[in-house]
């Protein structure tokens, strides 16, 4: 056997630890007991040592030296490129701190959850300081004396800086700004107003996610606190939630998780369990999530399709027609909840979120007062006070886990999601036909056949520009909100 074939059987049952260590995680936030967290926490604590120790094995170095990387084809040297950079980043991170970095994470989601119901951040605050000093110390020992917080957001979207990141999303501020308060000041658009119970919601949602193109051969869906998808190849499960008033919120993160799950399930089977067989990064796969949801999902052909299915399912819930229902699935309106906003105001969610916490890991701002400068953020952005832990600081799973460096990439996933709909309206002119009657197989196809088959293949802005012939930029993404909006309230 050659380096290369080595280095590849060693790495398949690396692949296959971590996916293991990610059906761990999806238990506990889907079905496991309350008591049983402690133990869970020792649990991943194990297997992620276990995993440290296997991504910075030697042989994986000598392996990689005795490659002939010019002698490879292009999806071997794109093998070894994944495993050359998570070797390199995973060399630079102690066992010791890898351990408890995982048995400190699996501990904090219990007691965020905790806090969370309870509206108590002060219950909280103790154990995220913990997480964010593992985190810095994490942060310090890649950056090498670099960005400590660029290392981070590193593990999510390579190659991206916060300076770039912050460049971007500068140039999106000012015309969302702008299209938010124009819209506000319209007549706010009717919405719904009757109970839809679980059973019901639960029922479409299943509908929803098999008319995307779900493969519940190889998925599930299920409840959970926080709406999530795990697992990639042919184990890729994703959780939706139910509101007895906003059955919208179930259907839509349905629908948003069924783009990240597609992703994962549509990736060339030869990339199953290798470097290549994940999504390139967050932002990409952010740019499936959402453009399922919001362009295809939200537009005013496909919800008049899925106002037919409510009726069959719910009977008469108080919208008349189509057109008041593509209204009341759109309607622009406060509120505080990130997963909950319209398309509009989702990334001013992101960008307060992006700013705090580079402000956390870089030691300007203390954990003690995360609560305090998150309400004056969202007061100062949004114009209204936020009225309980719940519906602000607590309200995310990502900083309990660990996540920082991935909020940003829900921003740049939108910026994504707005090149690919661009070159995806050119490419299927009929579109809004095959929508009006729930049918999204031309455009889950296009996404496939463009994006979503080749994994990791390439890095992130070579996929998307791959997938559209451009370079990625926010252009497309500003002018899609704009027309749409425009359109719907009549300015």
């Not at 495993?83 to 060399?91: C, D, G, K, L, Q």
């Not at 102690?94 to 501990?107: H, N, Y």
Request: charged share 25%.
């Amino acid at each position: 056997m050659n380096a290369y074939t080595d280095l590849m059987a060693f790495q398949r049952d690396t692949e296959a630890l971590g996916q293991t260590a990610g059906r761990l995680s999806w238990d506990q936030e889907t079905m496991m007991s309350p008591g049983s967290a402690d133990q869970r926490s020792d649990e991943m604590a194990a297997i992620e040592g276990i995993l440290h120790q296997r991504r910075v094995d030697p042989r994986i170095g000598e392996w990689l030296a005795a490659i002939d990387e010019a002698s490879l084809d292009p999806v071997a040297q794109a093998q070894v490129r994944e495993i050359r950079r998570s070797f390199e980043r995973n060399s630079r991170v102690p066992e010791r701190l890898a351990s408890e970095l995982a048995r400190m994470i699996s501990k904090s989601h219990g007691i965020w959850a905790e806090a969370r119901a309870d509206d108590n951040f002060a219950a909280f605050a103790p154990t995220l300081k913990e997480v964010v000093a593992l985190r810095k110390e994490e942060a310090q020992a890649l950056a090498q004396g670099g960005d400590s917080y660029d290392a981070l957001l590193n593990d999510y979207e390579p190659g991206a800086t916060a300076a770039e990141l912050s460049a971007m999303f500068g140039a999106l501020r000012p015309r969302l700004v702008a299209l938010r308060e124009a819209v506000l000041a319209q007549p706010e658009l009717p919405g719904l107003t009757t109970h839809f119970d679980e059973a019901g919601q639960m029922r479409l949602a299943e509908k929803l996610a098999a008319a995307f193109g779900y493969d519940f051969r190889r998925g599930r869906v299920d409840k959970a606190v926080h709406p999530f998808s795990s697992g990639s190849g042919n184990d890729v499960r994703i959780t939706t939630r139910t509101e007895a008033l906003d059955p919208f919120n179930c259907f839509y993160s349905t629908i948003h998780e069924v783009g990240h799950g597609c992703y994962e399930q549509n990736i060339d089977q030869a990339y199953r369990l290798t470097p290549l067989g994940s999504g390139v990064s967050m932002g990409v796969h952010e740019s499936q999530s959402r453009i399922y949801e919001n362009q295809l999902g939200r537009s005013r052909a496909f919800t008049g399709w899925l106002f037919k299915q409510m009726r069959d399912e719910f009977g008469d819930f108080g919208i008349a027609d189509e057109e008041t229902f593509y209204g009341a699935v759109n309607r622009i309106k406060n509120g505080y909840i990130r997963t909950e906003a319209d398309e509009v105001q989702y990334n001013l969610h992101v960008l307060l979120r992006f700013d705090l916490e580079q402000a956390v890991i870089k030691g300007d701002l203390a954990v003690d007062d995360l609560q305090g400068a998150w309400d004056d953020r969202f007061l100062a952005d949004f114009g209204y006070a936020v009225d309980k832990p719940s519906n602000g600081v607590l309200q995310d799973v990502h900083w309990a886990a660990g996540l920082f460096g991935y909020f940003p990439t829900y921003s740049l996933g939108n910026v994504y999601a707005g090149c690919l709909h661009d070159a995806l309206r050119k490419a299927v002119p009929d579109l809004d036909d095959q929508l009006a009657q729930g049918d999204t197989s031309a455009a889950t196809g296009w996404l496939k056949e463009n994006l979503q088959q080749h994994g990791g293949l390439r890095e992130a802005k070579a996929t998307i520009k791959h997938a559209t012939g451009a370079e990625p930029s926010e252009a497309p993404l500003l002018d899609y909100l704009e027309s749409k909006f425009k359109d719907l309230y009549k300015l």
